[in-house]
Structures are given as structure tokens and as C-alpha cells.
């Protein structure tokens, strides 16, 4: 179960590390994405200096790892669940999905193989969700990004938003859980942390809107 538990998160870590914004940039556009528009390696900057291909095919991979990351962790807690639970009684599939939320989140966030940088989690996070909240819960979270990235044009405010919103929607999918409900809440953390200087030039008045020609970061 031990061993359940920890090679859930590892997995999930190792597969929110690949950075398939540098990767498509290069491998795809022969351009290194961190050294243009805001330097970061999602969907936002990817859509920016390498195009929309680029940008959507970094978003669905984003988000494919994320989804990747939730479906391996109910094989995984489903295996070890069957199994003898001797001293673990409290361990349920919660912890599995929760320790895949933010294990994927962690290492696209920071990813070892980019010197432990890396991206801000959101399409990552939102393909997790499907599995850690499941469909509904996730086309919340998506939706509280989409409606604020279109009202104000901000990606940062949609994206900021959501991660606000997580560990309210997580009460309800895990009520009476407060080890698997921290580690999302901490998840949710990082993804606002990891949006801190956008949350700089959003109160100086200088974060790059959509349309927005100047290439300041969001």
C-alpha cells in the first residue's frame, strides 16, 4: 500500500515533468519557447510564439499528461485496495487521485529536467481533475477559467480564479478526507504561487491581455 501510495505520486510527477513545450518548440518549430514572449513553456506562450498548432498541440499534451496522470493512479489504487490494507484502513482511492494531483502538478511546475522550472499547471491540472473530480467537477473548474479569460481577457485572472475555486469544489467531492483535501488545497497553492508575477502586473496595470500585440508575460 506504502509502495501504492508513493509510486502514485512519483508517477505522477514524472509525467507532469515533461516539458512538452520546450519539446514541440524545438523538436516542431526549431525554437526554444523560453526565449520569447513571456519564457514560459504552456499553452499561452506556446500560442504565441510558435502559433496556434504549436499552442494547441502543447495544450492537449498538458493536459493528456495531467489525464494520464489521474487514469494510472485508480489502476494503481485499485490494485493496491484489493489488496491487504493492514494498518492503512484509512487509506481510500481519494489519496491515490489526490497524490496524482499533486505529484503531476509538482513536476510540471517544476520539472527537473528544466533545472526545476517549468509551467504554471493549469491545462495539466484540469486533466487531472477529470479523474480527481471527475467530469462534472472539472468542467466547473474549466468553466470558471473560460468565463473569466473571456470576460476580462486575462489568462492569468481565469487561471488564478480556478485555482482559488479548487479547494472549495474539493469539499464537496472529499468531505470528511482532510489528508486527501490538503494535498489538493496545496496543490492548488502551487498553481496560484507559480502566478505570482502575473499577479504583479495584473495590480500595475501592465498584464498582457488576448489581442494584446506587446509581449509581456501571462
Given at each position: 500500500?506504502?509502495?501504492?501510495?508513493?509510486?502514485?505520486?512519483?508517477?505522477?510527477?514524472?509525467?507532469?515533468?515533461?516539458?512538452?513545450?520546450?519539446?514541440?518548440?524545438?523538436?516542431?518549430?526549431?525554437?526554444?519557447?523560453?526565449?520569447?514572449?513571456?519564457?514560459?513553456?504552456?499553452?499561452?506562450n506556446?500560442?504565441?510564439?510558435?502559433?496556434?498548432?504549436?499552442?494547441?498541440?502543447?495544450?492537449?499534451?498538458?493536459?493528456?499528461?495531467?489525464?494520464?496522470?489521474?487514469?494510472?493512479?485508480?489502476?494503481?489504487?485499485?490494485?493496491?485496495?484489493?489488496?491487504?490494507?493492514?494498518?492503512?484502513?484509512?487509506?481510500?482511492?481519494?489519496?491515490?487521485?489526490?497524490?496524482?494531483?499533486?505529484?503531476?502538478?509538482?513536476?510540471?511546475?517544476?520539472?527537473?529536467?528544466?533545472?526545476?522550472?517549468?509551467?504554471?499547471?493549469?491545462?495539466?491540472?484540469?486533466?487531472?481533475?477529470?479523474?480527481?473530480?471527475?467530469?462534472?467537477?472539472?468542467?466547473?473548474?474549466?468553466a470558471?477559467?473560460?468565463?473569466?479569460?473571456?470576460?476580462?481577457?486575462?489568462?492569468?485572472?481565469?487561471?488564478?480564479?480556478?485555482?482559488?475555486a479548487?479547494?472549495?469544489?474539493?469539499?464537496?467531492?472529499?468531505?470528511?478526507?482532510?489528508?486527501?483535501?490538503?494535498?489538493?488545497?496545496?496543490?492548488?497553492f502551487?498553481?496560484?504561487?507559480?502566478h505570482?508575477?502575473?499577479?504583479?502586473?495584473?495590480?500595475?496595470?501592465?498584464?498582457?491581455?488576448?489581442g494584446?500585440?506587446?509581449?509581456?508575460?501571462?
Open positions: 500500500m506504502v509502495l501504492g501510495l508513493i509510486g502514485t505520486f512519483v508517477i505522477g510527477f514524472l509525467l507532469g515533468s515533461i516539458p512538452w513545450g520546450v519539446v514541440i518548440g524545438k523538436v516542431f518549430f526549431h525554437t526554444d519557447i523560453r526565449k520569447s514572449g513571456s519564457g514560459n513553456i504552456g499553452t499561452t506556446a500560442m504565441r510564439v510558435i502559433g496556434k498548432k504549436g499552442g494547441v498541440a502543447v495544450f492537449v499534451l498538458d493536459f493528456g499528461k495531467g489525464l494520464l496522470s489521474g487514469w494510472i493512479a485508480t489502476l494503481i489504487g485499485g490494485a493496491c485496495l484489493a489488496g491487504e490494507t493492514t494498518g492503512l484502513e484509512w487509506v481510500s482511492m481519494r489519496e491515490f487521485l489526490a497524490l496524482s494531483f499533486i505529484g503531476c502538478i509538482s513536476g510540471h511546475i517544476y520539472s527537473p529536467w528544466l533545472g526545476f522550472h517549468g509551467g504554471k499547471g493549469i491545462a495539466v491540472a484540469v486533466g487531472c481533475l477529470f479523474f480527481v473530480f471527475g467530469p462534472v467537477g472539472a468542467c466547473v473548474e474549466l470558471i477559467f473560460i468565463v473569466l479569460v473571456v470576460a476580462t481577457r486575462y489568462v492569468s485572472v481565469g487561471s488564478i480564479a480556478a485555482a482559488i479548487c479547494p472549495f469544489i474539493a469539499l464537496d467531492y472529499y468531505w470528511g478526507d482532510p489528508f486527501a483535501w490538503a494535498l489538493i488545497t496545496l496543490s492548488a502551487l498553481v496560484f504561487y507559480a505570482r508575477e502575473n499577479m504583479k502586473r495584473l495590480r500595475a496595470g501592465n498584464e498582457s491581455r488576448i494584446d500585440k506587446k509581449k509581456s508575460a501571462a
